[in-house]
């Protein structure tokens, strides 16, 4: 029997492993899609080879990229963004570490206090969380990003528009600031040269500005795993879980399998109790399609926001209030995209190293793409096609004509020089609503059983939500339009499941929350959920990753107390950085 | 040999008929038939093997139907300076879409983005089918007379092919190419003509968008051609969101596909083996390749500040 089994190993579950890995427990880490060893021999810097989401490395599906992918289905228009493998979604994230707005966690007493998704807020402080954001921030780390062409052209524009720089890590009030980036920022030769050959590690450390962050972080050529620059869980959290044994005394590096695919959480109900046990999982090689299945002491759950409905279900467990997979929140993500008279960046340096921050609204952030993304990104629209047809719910505002599809020559006038387009995403700060969901499917299997099925009610959102949405995009707009933008286009896309959060959703409440304040399920003792499905709410509209994370931290804490007798560490002890020497000579010597 | 002429034992449902003429079918399985509608010739002399089609002539017809609907698709999201571009009436001197082959991306890409069952697909045929017996298109219920003494018979045997292959791994690209081309002779009084194979292809540009405003939107037309013609429940829940995530998907990945660098990808070495048209198009990284491991952006940090404060 194992001391712990946690089921996958995207953004959350490897901070688990790691914690657990350095209090010396046996940990087994199963991750359904592939294990990426060798990044600069398997990838490359291509939309499609890398990005593509049916035939892409990064995909949800098996290793095998000849082999369909596994199929989620939609009710209604949309995309699902996620990569399943080692690192999960991480894989391709921007590396973007903003904290959650302090708004949303319980016993806020700010003046925008109402602001904020008010019935489902954190069940504890944010002054608790504070430590758990530390200790997380030093592990990635997290720094503060480097500036570029674009990261110039958007801090102008936004000062033109009236905002003012946040210089702080907790944020408070509305205004522009460089992200808050797990990357390693440019050393060396780093982000000087084009040149190839002066970007080998050692020569060059840190982000060389190659522009590919949504193609995988294989950067510099020649460094450590986990010296690549940006600290995707493959670069950081996974590395120190494996070699836990090495850098740290008293610690057990963690068992990691790769293709295999958890397809039921074993349980036992107790005698007179309606509630279950975790007693263990069982899981299919997507391979060789052969069964396993072990016991532990605790499962924790971290396949992510749609996977984790879907295995609840099939695995029979029970929904006693019927919240199992409700809640879910996406940021209500859209996109304003200003073409400018001259070279803006549009694709250069990190995917996204400048945001402004709105509390109680919501935030948005300049991104840079390759052309095929920015195109897909420019064709998305829940309007209809610009200039043809709006489905009766096109929007005005503060930019040019109506929000829709760009189509047509359009399209082609708009990417005729990428470089002098600035992509503006917006991330909502958007309402957990029962409506919004993940279910298995009642017409789709496959080989792990029943599908899951995701319904997004993008058109009948919370009031509150479509307010912050239309705000932040009039904000961005009127942003491009300071700096000069010549012309300017919002989409109001289909929902794009980048950001998803609160599926299985902790809170203070057992009537409207599947985990407790420690992150364990109410109706299954022994069993937790330490990914972005467990957050309470959408945190304000920040990118929830770090936040996940340091919750992870604590959730790892709150397992090792209450099964192992242990203590908590994160008040008591300094952490490891993942960069740190010891780290990088215990993955050299085990040849991660 | 000639084979015995086979015999229906029930009239061709009016529906039905209108989506083997109105998608297109007939016109591209007339193409694998060629004694068929050669000008001049009597449809008295038609024997048999004229107008019976293997599943594989017609899946080869389907096939050559969906290159030419997609053709029509990838010149509307990016037009070029092809004939497709020309005929809907907005071309421009450079290539588009076309020349980077996105056709064939989307026609691969829509094929695996859903795995549509083949009872499913059956029955969405057979539903819309069911629809447009009651809400026809813009074709006679004598369109079989075009074709001559024969034109019923024709259209049976078209109809029963239809129905094999429709039994066996039918790709979702080949069930798109003929909700395009039916909407395209739904929306469009009277059916444009062109010399295309695919009636959406014939299409302006503004026409296009009327067929995408049709099939785009969660209030569209097929929506509720759906809801009440497919007879197992779970199917019938299921097609409007799995339909509009397709057509979504197409109108969004046929932009996709015009700029990314599938065409020219070099899988020995993962690089490109030329530059993209998709980053000629749009300006980017005007020396690839190779494309290099960074760049030379880097201007220092705001107001040079290296850290946040941490209240």
Known sequence: MRDVIIIGAGGGGPVVAKELAERGLDVLVLEAGARHANPEQEWSYLENHMNSTLTGKFRVGPSDPTRPGWFRELTKPGSISQVAGVGGTTLHYYGNSPRAMPGVFAGYRGADRNLYDTRFRFPFTYDEMRPYYEWTEATLPVQTAAMGKKEKAFFDSAEAAGLSPLTGKDVTRAGFRPQENAILQPGGNAGKTRDSSQLRYPDATGCTFCGHCFQGCQIPKGAPRNLKARRSTDNSYIPMALTADLYKPGGKAVTLLSDAYVTRIISDRPRFSLGRVARGVEWRDTNTGETHSEEARVVIMAGGCIENPRLWHNSELPDFNGWVGRGLTDHALDWVVGQFPHDVGGTEGAASSSRADFPGYGSIENTANMPAIHANNLSDSNTGIRSLYDNGQANTGSWDGKSGRVYGTELKDMMSDVNRLMAVLILTDDDVEYQNRVDVSQAFTDEHGPVARVRMEKRNRSRRTVRNRNYLTNRAAEILRAGGASKIIRMDWNPVLLHMQSSMRMGDSARNSVLDENCEARAVEGLYIADHSALPNAIGGPNPTLTSQALATRTAEKIFQKHFGGDSWVSRESPVSSINDAVTRAVIQRGI | ?311
Do not use: C
């Open chain 2, 1 to 311: 040999m000639k084979r015995e002429r086979e015999t229906l034992n029930h009239p061709l449902n009016p529906g039905r008929r209108r989506v083997l003429v109105g998608s297109g079918v007939l016109g591209a399985a007339a193409a694998v038939a060629p004694g068929l509608l050669v000008p001049g010739r009597a449809h008295a002399d038609l024997d048999n093997s004229d107008v019976q089609w293997t599943t594989e002539q017609l899946r080869a017809a389907l096939e050559a139907l969906r290159n030419d609907t997609f053709f029509g698709l990838v010149a509307f999201a990016v037009p070029g300076d092809d004939p497709y571009s020309q005929q809907q009436g907005v071309a421009t001197g450079i290539p588009g879409g076309i020349g980077t082959r996105a056709d064939l991306y989307l026609a691969g890409g829509i094929d695996r983005v859903v795995p549509l069952p083949p009872q499913f697909m059956n029955q969405l045929l057979n539903g819309i089918g069911a629809y447009l017996d009651a809400a026809p298109l813009s074709i006679p219920d004598d369109a079989a007379a075009n074709l001559g003494d024969n034109g019923e018979w024709v259209l049976e045997n078209l109809d029963a092919s239809l129905g094999r292959y429709l039994e066996g791994d039918v790709p979702n690209s080949i069930m798109l190419t003929l909700l395009l081309n039916l909407v395209a002779n739904q929306v469009i009084e009277p059916p444009g003509s062109g010399p295309f194979v695919a009636p959406f292809s014939n299409l302006s540009w503004e026409q296009k968008g009327r067929v995408m405003a049709a099939l785009d939107g969660e209030n569209s037309w097929l929506r509720n051609a759906l809801r009440w013609t497919i007879p197992d429940a779970a199917f019938r829940d299921a097609a409007p969101g799995v339909l509009q995530a397709l057509i979504s998907f197409v109108i969004r990945i046929a932009s996709f596909a015009s700029y990314n660098e599938f065409a020219v990808f070099d899988p020995e070495n993962l690089t490109v083996a030329e530059r993209p048209l998709g980053w000629v198009l749009s300006g980017y990284e005007p020396d690839a390749p190779p494309i290099p491991d960074g760049g030379n952006d880097f201007m220092g940090y705001y107001q040079g500040r290296r850290s946040a404060d941490n209240a």
